[in-house]
């Protein structure tokens, strides 16, 4: 085993390859909050990538209600459950083991294998709330204390020490040194399987027909021509940005990603105890339990927490967050003045520009007195 550096866990850690960080890394920032589990970014990859035969159950990119949804089911609690505790020091040094670290004697990774029956429920626990009605006597009072769920946006997290990377004894899976994109070659694959019990996050799958594994390739082609994923662009909540990262020593404040992760650290990494250094990141939910939000996005949630729900004092954050969505092409920079924020390609030219606040009409509230010429003894809108 090889000691790389886990910026996420603020130490070093034990995998079995030297660390060859990508000179730009993809990256997606999921803003939690603005999910409504339409699915449609579910649809859009599906049609694009996982229509043909042996693929039927896939979804490259799924949406699950958390805390009771998975797919593949139960994938997050086995993998903590195998894992035991799971410590961190203050905000700064996690103190646990990774999955790395905790592997049997022999192995690379520990991992489980999902049986093929946990593919077949997606929608398991969907718009399941935490608790009950019946505890939650007046909601306005305890607010989401007992009663909570919220939307988790699922693909592969192009991770920067991947698991399916270090399990496979084919060597078929590699990450594209220009992108930090993981791709399986399948010429290469033999079908053993190594990759879907090592991946925690359950992002490798297996075709039972063509009998190797595939898995999400971040839109790759579309990348290339400097386009957002299929997944971002058909999003109804406008909740995603497909970016890159630089490298933690090479932080670039102008730039989105950086901006986020680095350095307002708004956006987090899901489960970074399991030491794979996952490249999407999560602005979480406001109005989810501290101690769960913890457990899934590491420390630092209740800072990320606060500063959202100042973003609309904070020009400069507001901005970037209403550029989300905004355009199908991949930006670099961008900028805040006079109410409008705009985003830059490479060149510094503009790509898009949307003002902070759109303009809205309120209609004046009126009530009939009488409708033909009867008069109306409940209240009643006049149309
Ligand atoms: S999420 Fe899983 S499949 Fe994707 S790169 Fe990481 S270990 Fe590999
Ligand atoms: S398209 Fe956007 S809003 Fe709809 S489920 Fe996907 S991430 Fe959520």
């Given at each position: 085993?090889?000691?790389?550096?886990?910026?996420?866990?603020?130490?070093?850690?034990?995998?079995?390859?030297?660390?060859?960080?990508?000179?730009?890394?993809?990256?997606?920032?999921?803003?939690?909050?603005?999910?409504?589990?339409?699915?449609?970014?579910?649809?859009?990859?599906?049609?694009?990538?996982?229509?043909?035969?042996?693929?039927?159950?896939?979804?490259?990119?799924?949406?699950?209600?958390?805390?009771?949804?998975?797919?593949?089911?139960?994938?997050?609690?086995?993998?903590?459950?195998?894992?035991?505790?799971?410590?961190?020091?203050?905000?700064?040094?996690?103190?646990?083991?990774?999955?790395?670290?905790?592997?049997?004697?022999?192995?690379?990774?520990?991992?489980?294998?999902?049986?093929?029956?946990?593919?077949?429920?997606?929608?398991?626990?969907?718009?399941?709330?935490?608790?009950?009605?019946?505890?939650?006597?007046?909601?306005?009072?305890?607010?989401?204390?007992?009663?909570?769920?919220?939307?988790?946006?699922?693909?592969?997290?192009?991770?920067?020490?991947?698991?399916?990377?270090?399990?496979?004894?084919?060597?078929?899976?590699?990450?594209?040194?220009?992108?930090?994109?993981?791709?399986?070659?399948?010429?290469?694959?033999?079908?053993?399987?190594?990759?879907?019990?090592?991946?925690?996050?359950?992002?490798?799958?297996?075709?039972?027909?063509?009998?190797?594994?595939?898995?999400?390739?971040?839109?790759?082609?579309?990348?290339?021509?400097?386009l957002q994923t299929q997944c971002t662009t058909a999003c109804i909540g406008r909740l995603r940005l497909t970016n890159y990262l630089s490298a933690p020593d090479e932080v670039?404040?102008?730039?989105?990603?950086?901006?986020?992760?680095?350095?307002?650290?708004?956006?987090?990494?899901?489960?970074?105890?399991?030491?794979?250094?996952?490249?999407?990141?999560?602005?979480?939910?406001?109005?989810?339990?501290?101690?769960?939000?913890?457990?899934?996005?590491?420390?630092?949630?209740?800072?990320?927490?606060?500063?959202?729900?100042?973003?609309?004092?904070?020009?400069?954050?507001?901005?970037?967050?209403?550029?989300?969505?905004?355009?199908?092409?991949?930006?670099?920079?961008?900028?805040?003045?006079?109410?409008?924020?705009?985003?830059?390609?490479?060149?510094?030219?503009?790509?898009?520009?949307?003002?902070?606040?759109?303009?809205?009409?309120?209609?004046?509230?009126?009530?009939?007195?009488?409708?033909?010429g009867e008069p109306v003894t409940g209240f009643r809108h006049n149309t």
């Open positions: 085993m090889a000691k790389v550096r886990n910026w996420q866990l603020g130490r070093d850690m034990e995998y079995p390859y030297v660390a060859d960080r990508p000179a730009k890394q993809f990256t997606m920032i999921m803003d939690t909050n603005k999910c409504i589990a339409c699915q449609s970014c579910t649809i859009a990859c599906k049609s694009t990538w996982t229509w043909g035969k042996g693929q039927e159950f896939m979804l490259w990119n799924n949406i699950e209600t958390k805390p009771y949804g998975f797919y593949p089911t139960g994938w997050d609690v086995n993998v903590l459950e195998l894992l035991g505790e799971q410590e961190w020091d203050g905000d700064d040094v996690y103190t646990g083991q990774t999955v790395f670290e905790a592997a049997p004697a022999g192995e690379r990774v520990l991992g489980w294998a999902p049986a093929e029956e946990d593919w077949s429920h997606p929608n398991i626990g969907e718009d399941e709330p935490t608790g009950s009605a019946d505890e939650t006597t007046y909601i306005p009072d305890k607010p989401h204390s007992l009663m909570w769920m919220y939307y988790l946006q699922r693909i592969c997290n192009h991770c920067t020490y991947p698991a399916c990377v270090a399990a496979c004894p084919r060597e078929a899976i590699y990450k594209r040194p220009e992108d930090g994109i993981v791709l399986v070659d399948q010429t290469r694959c033999r079908g053993y399987q190594e990759c879907l019990t090592a991946c925690p996050y359950k992002k490798t799958m297996f075709n039972l027909e063509t009998r190797v594994s595939e898995k999400c390739i971040g839109c790759y082609p579309k990348l290339e021509q400097g670039d404040p102008r730039k989105p990603a950086d901006f986020l992760v680095h350095v307002r650290m708004i956006a987090l990494p899901l489960y970074p105890q399991l030491g794979l250094e996952p490249n999407v990141y999560y602005i979480p939910p406001v109005h989810v339990p501290t101690k769960y939000l913890t457990q899934m996005f590491g420390p630092g949630v209740e800072r990320a927490v606060e500063m959202y729900r100042n973003a609309k004092d904070d020009p400069e954050l507001l901005g970037l967050l209403m550029l989300f969505g905004s355009t199908e092409r991949i930006w670099h920079t961008w900028d805040v003045s006079d109410g409008v924020a705009r985003a830059y390609d490479e060149d510094g030219e503009e790509v898009v520009a949307v003002p902070l606040r759109e303009p809205t009409f309120t209609r004046p509230f009126e009530f009939a007195t009488e409708v033909a």
